[in-house]
């Protein structure tokens, strides 16, 4: 019995060392260095092992015959490999391949500014313009505080890198926005449309951006509206200069948000002392509409519609100084309606459709003139995506924009109508290379048709980026981009080409650690500027493209998220070098809009025990010129330098109220932005004039945000944190 | 009759086999107990790296994908450097948690990872990503309890979420203490349907209790 036991054991045991097979080596990268941690096991078996410090393994297996061995390492290609498994050792030698990852890979970001939660590299966020001192909840007031930009008081519009407000286009979901700041009077600094709120990604380029986007001559500002929320709420928000309340009701793949705003400036500018005499405080009332809703797997369906109506009237308002003062007043009217589709039609093709319909109307009475002004804009574009390979993408579309702009003018010598309609037909196409994850190329091309001008143009894009190490980057970029000409000029004539400019741009970006740093080269040529001959600007024959330009610049970008603790800032500074001879300019020269030196710094602070959070801005714009009719030289006078400080407070009241207080330039720094000019000389000879002055010399807002959800227990703390 | 208990438990030996093959249940016992002895990144890769193995002999289970994402999140937990690397862990703990949820959609354990992986991202980047994953991974423990109320780890990771907030909210954690102390008195009362089914957190109770006197 005993003998029979040892037997069989000796048989069992032997058998089992006979079948046994070892399965032993080394795995390794491309460049033969050691990979730790790498899983190698037999597929559909328990039999298997980590590789070791040295990028060693060995196990055991009873399994015999032909299985399949695997080997995986995060952020490598898997292996396999048929195995014959006989009981002897096999030795095997594995070299993995790194995996290429579009998410780790070089970037081009030459010109860019991205901001959204997927990016680790994120430099503004829509919660910064909130949170912003000096932004004011305002989307263009935020970016002002980016390099490349130029702060123009009198405008509150974006000029960026040398290029006018005209030259940069918003998009809001793909689709470009007609009208997206408010109605404003000449000299007086208007806000951007839209709430920050809104969105939760913006991209703002400031340069050599993608062929997908035509119209504009310096720089383009991406914003994407909000998924569908967490949960149903309501908002409610109280402000100085207004109030708010927007409820969403959410479904299990949509949601719909109603918002209504009522702003009026006048219990405000009763308390702090205004510049001007406001015969009716700015006064607006809007409704805004959005629906959210998934379809199928990946795609998702936003439409978003808003109706804007605002009034105000500046009494006294010195435009035209040789007339009697009078009060300037304006009406305006806005809808704006907007669609867009984005979905995945599978694992290579995806598609976004976008369209938006913009009506505006501006009723302007400055005694003794009317204008009327009416735009009708349709947008309409279809993208197509493809990844041909993981290293190969290519892009296409077509784009449709419909502009009539109607304008009645009633002055002293009568009535005049003009207007224009203008079809733009466009197509482009982009392809994306990766040479390696440190390399990458991309070259596109647009063309556009526009009929009111009959101009055909095609331009090309490219630009590159290569990685020097995980945290550096060099970029470059180049190409050409048109624009028509501005609206009151195609209003007379359609013997004009588009403009011109073509863009240059270099630019080294490091960051590591919450840490970013950039500084950006970049010459900008412009070409066929439209010039307006002589003061006959009613005349087709007094326009032509014969202007042209230059700018150039550094802008240099510092943002630091580490070091203090709880605190963030970020420095800005821009060059500018820029003359042009375009619209009544005699000769080359520094356009008004531009500063030679731009300078910001932005300090936030979390204080967690008084739950709140404040941000410091103090900004700079070296002095600006502007042109003095009686004297020689054009654009011969200097304004006084621009200069801010701005403080906002945030302060988490309870988990679902914030206090909000802020007020820009709180030293009052004395800020001028040069003069207006009578169009004809008193009897001694002289032009008169009056100072353009902000506003106020400071401005203060003070809010209050209630979110109530049926939990009762939403906070408003990831808004201000 | 004795025939009949016979074919029962033939039958019964039969499904249960078929359900969990021993060697499966032993394999899954062993390679639990090896998450004491993980303390570094290593540690939690190479044990990641034995539920992947089993996962990947045991196609229709999804308690070797929970562990392997389990382990993934500790990974970015543990992880000292930068956030890219944080995310690629979570990128793989995500793959792994979007399988088990089409496989097991009833599994009030799977939601109570989810909120722990969502956890996982927000932490990399708090200040850009709060607004959103804090929403979502509230979401998915919402879930997890709407499926079973009871969940010992849904309800700490519920008063988990409640005090890492509390701070902010101008509430003093501590009013959180009831909460824990009723968890972690009622935790054994919470059944594991399996010994290889989840059964983590009371220590992490204790702790919580344990910071509140």
């Given amino acids: ?721 | 009759m004795k025939k009949i208990i016979l074919l029962l438990a033939v039958v019964l030996v039969s499904l249960v086999s078929k359900a969990q093959n021993p060697e499966y249940v032993q394999k899954m016992g062993q390679t639990l107990g090896e998450f004491a002895n993980c303390k570094t990144v290593d540690d939690f890769q190479s044990l990641g790296n034995k539920f992947e193995m089993i996962a990947n002999a045991e196609k229709g289970e999804w308690l070797p994908l929970y562990y392997q994402a389990d382990c993934y999140i500790l990974m970015s937990f543990v992880e000292q450097g930068d956030g890219a690397k944080k995310d690629s862990y979570l990128d793989v703990a995500e793959k792994a948690i979007s399988k088990m949820t089409e496989m097991a959609p009833g599994e009030a354990e799977v939601y109570v990872l989810q909120a722990f992986y969502l956890t996982g991202r927000l932490v990399v980047n708090p200040m850009e990503r709060g607004q959103q994953y804090s929403g979502l991974s509230q979401q998915a423990n919402s879930k997890a309890l709407g499926i079973d109320p009871a969940n010992p780890r849904a309800k700490l990771m519920k008063i988990q979420m409640d005090m890492g907030s509390a701070p902010y909210m101008g509430l003093d954690p501590k009013s959180f203490c009831p909460d824990a102390k009723e968890l972690l008195a009622k935790w054994d009362e919470f059944k594991p349907k399996s010994p290889i089914h989840p059964n983590w957190g009371k220590d992490q109770v204790e702790g919580i209790v344990k910071g509140c006197q």
């Fill in chain 1, 1 to 721: 019995m005993k003998m029979i036991v040892s037997y069989i054991l000796f048989f069992l045991i032997g058998a089992s060392s006979i079948a046994q097979t070892v399965v032993t080596g080394k795995v390794a990268g491309e460049k033969g260095e050691p990979l730790p941690g790498v899983n190698v096991f037999l597929k559909g078996t328990y039999d298997g092992i980590s590789s070791n410090s040295k990028g060693e393994f060995r196990f055991k297996t009873n399994k015999t015959g032909e299985l399949v061995l695997l080997v995986n390492l995060l952020g490598y290609e898997p292996f396999s490999k048929p195995v014959e498994l006989k009981g002897d050792t096999i030795r095997l030698n594995i070299q993995l391949k790194e995996k290429f990852n579009q998410l780790n890979a070089v970037t081009i970001n030459v010109g860019t500014f991205e901001a959204s939660d997927k990016k680790q590299a994120v430099t503004i966020t829509p919660l910064d313009m909130m949170t912003t001192a000096g932004a004011a909840g305002d989307v263009y007031g935020a970016l002002q505080s980016l390099p490349g930009t130029t702060i123009n008081g009198e405008s509150g519009r974006l000029f960026v890198k040398g290029g006018d407000s005209e030259e940069s286009q918003t998009y809001i979901d793909g689709s470009l926005v007609a009208t997206p700041y408010n109605s404003s009077a000449p000299n007086l600094a208007t806000r951007g449309r839209f709430n920050p709120f809104m969105f939760k990604g913006t991209v703002f380029s400031t340069g050599g951006y993608s062929a997908e986007y035509g119209q504009a001559l310096s720089s383009v500002l991406l914003l994407s509206t909000n998924d569908i929320p967490a949960e149903d709420q309501l908002d409610f928000s109280i402000m100085s200069i207004g109030l708010d309340a927007s409820g969403t009701k959410k479904w299990s793949n949509g949601a719909v948000t109603g918002t209504v705003t009522y702003n009026n400036l006048a219990p405000y500018m009763s308390l702090a002392k205004q510049n001007y005499d406001w015969q009716k405080a700015p006064e607006s009332l809007s409704g805004e509409i959005s629906v959210r809703q998934k379809t199928g797997k990946s795609g998702m369906l936003k439409l978003y519609s808003k109706i804007d109506n605002s009034n105000f009237t500046l009494g006294q308002y010195p435009l035209a100084l040789e007339s009697k003062p009078a009060d300037f007043q304006l009406l305006n009217q806005n809808q704006f309606v907007n669609t867009s589709w984005n979905g995945q039609l599978s694992e290579k093709w995806g598609t976004n459709a976008a369209f938006s319909y913009t009506n505006n109307l501006d009723d302007i009475h400055f005694d003794p003139t009317k204008v009327n002004k009416y735009l009708e804009a349709f947008y309409l574009k279809n993208n197509w995506s493809v990844q041909l390979t993981e290293k190969f993408a290519l892009k296409f579309g077509a784009e449709f924009v419909s502009k009539s702009f109607d304008q009645h003018a009633e002055i002293a010598d009568g009535k005049h109508d003009n207007r224009f309609t203008n079809h733009n037909y466009s197509g482009f196409t982009e392809a994306q290379i990766y040479a390696s994850s440190r390399f990458v190329a991309r070259i596109g091309g647009r063309v556009e048709y526009s009929d009111y001008l009959n101009s055909f143009r095609a331009m090309p894009r490219f630009s590159a980026a290569y990685k020097i190490s995980g945290k550096s980057q060099f970029s470059a970029a180049y190409g050409w981009f048109y624009q028509n000409p501005i609206d009151d000029y195609l209003l007379y004539t359609s013997h004009l080409s588009p403009e011109r400019a073509d863009h240059y741009t270099f630019s080294f970006q490091s960051s590591a650690n919450s840490r970013t740093i950039r500084a950006e080269l970049y010459y900008k040529d412009y070409k066929s500027l439209v010039k307006l001959n002589g003061p006959e600007f009613y005349l087709p024959s007094s326009y032509d493209n014969s202007g042209s330009g230059y700018a150039s610049g550094l802008d240099f970008f510092w943002r630091d998220k580490k070091t203090i603790k709880n605190g963030d800032y970020w420095i800005s500074y821009s060059y500018l070098d820029t003359r042009r001879d375009y619209r009544n300019f005699p000769e080359k020269a520094v356009p008004t809009f531009a500063s030679k030196h731009n300078f910001s710094m932005v300090y936030k602070h979390w204080f967690g025990g008084l739950r709140s959070l404040a941000s410091v801005n103090f900004r700079y714009s070296s002095p600006r010129v502007y042109n003095n009719p009686n004297s020689t030289v054009f654009n011969g006078e200097k304004m006084p330098p621009y200069r801010s400080l701005d403080l906002s407070w945030s302060f988490l009241y309870r988990t679902n109220v914030i206090m909000y207080a802020a007020v820009t330039n709180l030293t009052g720094f004395k800020n001028e932005f040069g003069r207006s000019y009578a169009t004809v000389p008193d009897a001694s000879g002289v032009y008169q004039s009056a100072a353009i002055l902000p506003g106020s010399d400071r401005f203060f807002v003070f809010g209050c945000f209630i979110t109530l959800t049926r939990k009762g227990s939403a906070n408003q703390l990831d808004k201000i944190e």
